[in-house]
């Protein structure tokens, strides 16, 4: 059985926190790095069971500021993109300090209290705290008992993505264990994202998304005149300029037409506003 609307993971962390090198090494490749942040990013992870098959949908965000995040993701607006996730998958760097226990702590709490505000206590969800390796040497030391009862006190289940082989219950460990946690889970339910039945729905979702492509050619053609009016400027290097904001500009809608409209206008906003800064 093929699911049509299947929910969505999210993938965040801190910034370095290797999302990127996770979702690599779940799925066979990793999203382009368009800025410095995977906020935004979007990838897709194909699972195939007996019972079932799914590509889903995988959003990325970054957490530079935990309670600046939370604020964000506790706003009402922010409950359409939680309501359709089934799974958060958390990477961390092992820590080098009590105090980075401490921040992996924090941000585990911020995503329970975001899961809790959108969509009640025991939410059904996939909750995975990946702990990636480590390039500081010594780092702190927990056994993974200890990291099982501190990840556990906020609903996530701790994974060590270093790990190889089974544990002492013959379960998979490290990457093995993400993948299957997530054919463990029912993905049915993500009929709160822009849907495709029929031509009028897909219509509607494309005219939303070209009013977005509007906004953004009017940010676009201020810094387009900006570049030609520019003093003293090789007219090659304003042409290949203008010709890499374009390509950007190609990849920011493909990437946001998976989106529901709420983050679609969020990650679009920014898209722009990194832009600009790289002018």
């Not at 401490?102 to 941000?107: L, P």
């Not at 975001?114 to 030391?141: H, N, R």
């Not at 494309?206 to 953004?216: G, H, N, Q």
């Amino acid at each position: 059985m093929e699911i049509q609307r299947p929910r969505r993971i999210m993938a965040l962390g801190a910034p370095g926190s290797g999302v990127l090198h996770l979702l690599k090494d779940l799925t066979g490749s990793a999203p382009e790095l368009l800025s410095d942040t995977t906020a935004g990013l979007s990838h897709t992870y194909t699972l195939s069971t007996r019972y079932y098959s799914a590509t889903l949908p995988i959003w990325l965000d970054e957490i530079p500021s935990v309670s600046e995040w939370r604020a964000e993701f506790t706003k009402p607006e922010a409950r359409e993109v939680v309501s359709v996730l089934g799974a958060w998958i958390f990477c961390f760097r092992k820590p080098v300090t009590q105090d980075h226990v401490n921040e992996i702590k924090e941000a585990l709490q911020a995503i329970a209290d975001v899961i809790e505000k959108a969509c009640g206590y025991g939410a059904d969800m996939v909750c995975l705290a990946v702990a990636m390796p480590q390039s500081t040497t010594p780092f702190l030391e927990l056994e993974s008992e200890e990291w099982d009862g501190i990840c556990m006190e906020y609903g996530f289940e701790f994974v060590d993505v270093e790990a190889k082989g089974k544990n002492a219950f013959g379960e998979a460990v490290g990457v093995e264990r993400v993948k299957d946690a997530l054919s463990a889970h029912n993905w049915e339910g993500g009929d709160g994202d822009v849907g495709f039945d029929g031509e009028e729905d897909a219509q509607g979702f494309k005219e939303s998304f070209e009013l977005e492509e509007v906004e953004m050619g009017m940010e676009l053609l201020g810094m387009k005149g900006a570049v030609h009016g520019a003093e003293e400027e090789d007219e090659r290097v304003q042409v290949e300029e203008l010709e890499s904001v374009m390509r950007k500009m190609v990849a920011i809608k493909e990437m946001g037409e998976s989106m529901p409209e709420a983050e679609r206008k969020r990650f679009a906003a920014k898209a722009v506003n990194d832009l600009m800064k790289d002018l």
